[in-house]
């Protein structure tokens, strides 16, 4: 989107980093204390829905809120956070659950961490997925998910796509997984 803003990393309300900026996209609940602040990193136009530095830290607005709120509450966490220059609520959305879902056979290429890759840390996980496809056998009732192993898309049902298209929500990208 031309003369969009762009969101750096949260901060602390005194400034500081956040211990782990990855704690956010790893589909797992997570504890915040204080309000964190959302700097801009380039001033422009704000997006709906958006992410917050190199640690791709999910970033909304009330309306995209609310959507997540009344849809799936059992699968997210939403933390108020004070975004620069902005009057406007917005929050850090948690997707606070992951699943195993990813058919490696289904995707254009799914490669995983090989103990020759010298990655003990990340062995079993994604390397590389492209092509994306998931096994909608192993979701169950899930309405919003993170996939175990390759942390970057937010998976939604079609629900929540077609609510939050509704709301005419800007910085979404949705893609049939």
Known sequence: MPGRWYLAEPVTPDGQEVD??????????????????????????????DFAGAGQTPIVNARVAAVFRE??????????????G????????NVA??????DDAACREARRWVPEDNRPDR???????SGLRID??????ARVFRLWGY??????????KDALEST?????????V
């Open 86 to 93: 902005q009057s406007d609520p917005y929050f850090l959305l």
């Open 123 to 129: 062995l079993g996980e994604y390397h590389v997925v």
């Open 136 to 141: 909608r056998s192993k979701v169950g009732d």
């Open 97 to 102: 659950r992951e699943l195993n879902c990813i």
């Open 71 to 84: 849809l799936a509450p059992q699968n997210i966490q939403l933390f108020p956070v004070e975004v620069e």
């Open 20 to 49: 782990d900026i990855w704690e956010f996209i790893q589909g797992k609940p997570v504890e915040v204390r204080e309000r964190l602040r959302i700097p801009l990193s380039r001033p422009g136009n704000p997006l709906d829905f």
């Open 151 to 160: 942390h970057p898309p937010i998976i939604v049902t079609g629900e929540i």
């Open 168 to 176: 005419g929500v800007t910085g979404a990208r949705f893609v049939e």
